[in-house]
């Protein structure tokens, strides 16, 4: 089966790469448990895979070529920001096989520590796409200052861990339960219908 022939089809692409044994699939991505990353592979796999979650491209990438990792989902293009700056050429220059591309959808949430209040959040945290995706509601609350992180899980488990309820993170929402977050705020892109595309790697066999 082509990549040309299941891009975007998470059904297809599920099924092509469903495991022939009982083993469960390493799946490696950027960021935290929550990230989109990780919810594209709870899409495509379910419980057949064993999500990697890694710090930076350059170490999912390492993975797969290592073997560490069977497969990797890596963020190629987002409808809001566009292409992700370097990561198709990263794959090329890697010697990955790309399997194909899945959209996930992107519903970006404001979540802030139990207690906390839309009105006195100051500091926002998440991964510099997520934000450039948020500016319209960052720029309708002027109070709010926007601060990198290397992932929107990442930056919600980091609000949680200091506690502070001045402090909220741009995440998922599946970040709410997993990190004993509040929801501030819900759908806070700038599109209802942003995705980011992800494409599916593997090591050259």
Known sequence: MTAARWRDDAQAIAEWLRPHTGAQAVVAFQG????????????????????????????????????????????????????????????????????????????????????????????????????????????????????ESYDTAGAAREVAARGLRHEAAIASDACVARYGLQLLARDIGDRDDNVTTFAVVRGVR
């Open 32 to 147: 935290e448990r929550g990230a989109y990353g990780h919810l594209a592979i709870e899409r495509l796999w379910g419980a057949r895979a064993s999500a990697m979650p890694l710090r930076s491209f350059a170490d999912v990438i390492g993975a797969v070529r290592l073997g560490t990792a069977g497969y990797a989902l890596l963020p190629v293009h987002n409808e809001i920001i566009g292409e992700i700056a370097g990561v198709r050429s990263a794959i090329a220059r890697a010697g990955l096989d790309m399997l194909g591309e899945v959209q996930q959808p992107v519903r970006h949430c404001l979540l802030g520590v139990p207690g906390a209040r839309l009105e006195a959040v100051t500091g926002v945290f998440s991964h510099p796409a997520a934000l450039a995706q948020c500016r319209d509601f960052l720029g309708r609350h002027r109070g709010m200052v926007a601060c």
